[in-house]
């Protein structure tokens, strides 16, 4: 696992170092030489005594003792070299660059399985293989370009992918974002993503740490491990953004309740990340943007000040940030008019606060500090300051660093002229600042940082469900869809409130049953999965003769094994289930539209286990909160209610975790309640 000999080596040793730069051994030790790695620095090549003047060792016999060995040599040649410098060099943590294991063959999968065990044995670390390496602020233990900023305060990056890693690297240079460590994971052998994000989560120092990481992975191979730590760094005050690939798996699945058809394993990662209360990104441009927001003071309200000196971004600024649910409101008053009076005419200082293509460093200042003291109702700025070209601009951008340096409140700058005011952005830049060039690409990361979810409470645990009974019916099943009275007395033992309702298999009991329930009545055939697509669903139901007609055509359809009967309840269509995903766990559903559900897909994920304020912030997440809420003058939803059912479900199916797929559609909620009318839950054992 990650120790200090990666982290901070006093020697490094390149196996398969070359003079040729062109090659991984050759690139990774001139990266270490242009970085000025302070320690010892060897080679092992075996047809060379010197290497870009390090000196190498032709046997290995002569090289002293090192802690970290970078390998750049093919893959059948990696376990011996490994096992020599484990036992006999004391070598504790390894890098290797080369490909040609796991990811390539079932050969290459033994011999990685090797050099994980013989690291192992001396509890050694090793990142990769197949990898582009490791950096740190101490050395620039990779093979590729370029090599970023590298300060204690900067990103703290970890990357399922090689390229990828540079390809995130080259898209935050530009904006001036800074790393702290970069982990290039390979084929994760022994250290992964979640490993290192342990590492970083208990090795946390509040003083030193940095407080951004990026993450982009691949594969999930153990969300608990992500899940526990990613809350945990971000309790501890950390931003967390990851990209996740390769997320459009569900529609391969057959899926043959509602929630297996709406549930898909991506929607399981955003889940996670939501309940991490990690940043969701979908490109590289998007996670370094976003990491740039997180570098800047944090965003506490809604209320931005939008100060330009040309109107086009402004404007564009201003609807992504509305759109998003962020504010730019209106600037007027006293204190407005006098700093109006500081602009030159034609400037207006509504919000956006425009001074003009002629405006100048002190306008900004005096614009900046009106924002700082004077509007109190502002809790952020955006600058928009770039150059047609004609006189340099460096007088603004050093004004901008001042100010940046003594507001409180955040101030994030769009320097869009990236050709004209080159030098002076660069300038900016050297400063340790960083630059938003496309003011909606900011605007829609800042909407995005601002609704990140806080990580989640834990789950809540009802009292009042009864255990035993819930596990005597599944253990006393087999797979499948459980039968109609299972799935009521389950619903039961949950607590989740259900309508009445019997099953009847003539004529006679029919009538007598539906005039025990009252009319109007609903009857419902037994046995086809979508009672509603084989006509197999009458409403409204008021009179015997109906009864006995309808029992007469439902009792011929296929595979109708009897009739359920329930009282006709009114109310709005909800929907709640369950899916479990395969090393998630379950995810609890909720959503609205009954039978239009797959129609509309207006639904919510979150895994288990929920808490009541989870389970809250997912029905006030639905497009259609609003009929949840009630809208013109038709009662909404009990909410309160609606939520507890969601706890319930999730309750219910960490009891049992054979429940395989569940889904209570609808559920027909008003003011006063909210009860399952159908539901249906498939086991697998
Ligand atoms: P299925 O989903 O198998 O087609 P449902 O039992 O969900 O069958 O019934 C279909 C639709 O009929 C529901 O979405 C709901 O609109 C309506 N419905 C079902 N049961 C009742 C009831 N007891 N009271 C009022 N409406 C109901
Ligand atoms: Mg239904």
Do not use: W
């Not at 419902?524 to 197999?536: A, I, N, Q, R, Y």
């Amino acid at each position: 696992m990650i120790n200090q000999q990666l982290l901070k080596p006093s020697g490094i040793v390149i196996v398969g170092g070359s003079d040729d730069v062109r090659k991984p051994g050759g690139k990774v030790l001139k990266n270490l030489l242009d970085g000025r790695f302070p320690g010892d620095l060897y080679v092992l090549n075996p047809k060379m005594d010197e290497v870009q003047g390090v000196k190498s060792f032709r046997d290995p016999s002569g090289l002293p003792d090192v802690d970290l060995a970078i390998l750049a040599i093919a893959a059948k040649y990696c376990p011996d070299t490994v096992r020599m410098l484990a036992r006999e060099k004391n070598t504790r943590a390894f890098i290797v660059l080369s490909a040609g294991f796991s990811e390539e063959s079932e050969e290459g999968t033994k011999l990685e399985n090797q050099i994980v065990e013989i690291i192992d044995e001396v509890n050694g670390c090793l990142i990769g293989p197949n990898c582009i390496g490791f950096l740190n602020e101490h050395y620039h233990g990779v093979f590729t370009t370029p090599i970023p900023r590298l300060e204690p305060e900067g990103c703290d990056f970890i990357s399922g992918s090689g390229a990828t890693a540079v390809f995130i690297m080259e898209s935050g240079m530009p904006k001036g974002l800074s790393f702290s460590s970069v982990y290039s994971v390979g084929n994760s052998a022994q250290i992964g993503v979640e490993d290192v994000l342990k590492y970083l989560d208990e090795g946390f120092d509040p003083a030193t740490s940095s407080r951004v990481k990026l993450l982009y992975i691949e594969s999930i191979e153990n969300p608990d491990l992500l899940l526990k730590h990613a809350s945990s760094l971000i309790q501890k005050g950390c931003k967390i953004a990851a990209i996740k690939a390769g997320g459009s798996e569900a529609g391969s699945r057959a899926a043959t309740s509602h929630t297996g058809a709406l549930a898909s394993s991506d929607m399981a990662v955003g889940a996670l990340f939501r309940k991490a209360g990690i940043v969701r990104c979908y490109s590289r441009e998007e996670l370094t943007t976003i990491a740039s927001v997180f570098k800047h003071k944090e965003l506490k309200g809604k209320n931005v000040a939008i100060i330009t000196h040309a109107g086009g971004p402004a404007v564009l600024l201003t609807d992504v940030l509305s759109n998003g649910g962020l504010e730019i409101p209106e600037i007027s008053g006293p204190k407005a008019d006098k700093l109006l009076e500081k602009l030159y005419p034609g400037s207006s200082v509504s919000n956006p606060i425009d001074f003009l293509a002629t405006g100048t460093a002190g306008q900004l200042g005096a614009i900046i500090d009106a924002c700082e003291h004077d509007f109190d109702f502002i809790d952020a700025m955006v600058v928009i300051f770039g150059s047609p070209g004609l006189v340099p601009v460096f007088d603004v951008y050093e004004l901008l660093d001042r100010k940046m340096q003594t507001c409180k409140k955040p101030i994030y700058p769009v320097l869009p002229s990236v050709i004209n005011v080159r030098k002076e952005i660069e300038a900016f830049l050297a400063k340790g600042r960083i630059n938003f060039p496309d003011e909606v690409v900011l605007g829609e990361a800042l909407v995005k940082v601002f609704h990140a979810p806080d990580p989640a409470k834990p789950g809540d645990e009802l009292k009042d469900i009864d255990r035993e009974q819930i596990r005597k019916i599944i253990d006393g099943s087999s797979g499948g869809y459980l039968t109609p009275d299972k799935v009521q007395q389950l619903l039961i033992a949950a607590g989740i409130s259900q309508t009445r309702e019997v099953v009847v298999h003539s004529r006679e009991d029919a009538v007598k049953e539906a005039e025990n329930l009252r009319f109007p009545v609903v009857m419902k055939v037994v046995g086809p999965v979508h009672k509603s697509d084989v006509g197999g669903v009458v409403l409204d139901i008021n009179t015997r003769t109906q009864v006995e007609e309808e029992f007469e055509k439902m009792i011929q359809i296929n595979e109708v094994k009897g009739i359920l009967i329930q009282p006709m309840l009114s109310g709005i269509e909800l929907f709640a289930g369950a899916k479990k995903e395969p090393k998630f766990g379950h995810l609890i559903l909720c959503g609205l539209g009954g039978i239009f559900i797959e129609v509309l897909k207006d639904v919510k994920a979150s895994l288990a286990p929920l808490s009541m304020e989870e389970a809250g912030s997912m029905i006030q997440d639905l497009r259609g909160y609003g009929i949840v809420k009630g809208v013109r003058g038709q009662d909404g939803v009990n909410e309160e209610q609606f939520a507890e059912i969601l706890v319930r479900i999730s309750n219910l199916v960490k009891i049992a975790p054979e429940i395989y797929e569940m889904d209570i559609n609808p559920l027909l909620g008003n003011r006063d309640r909210v009860v399952a009318v159908d539901a249906r839950i498939r086991i697998e054992k």
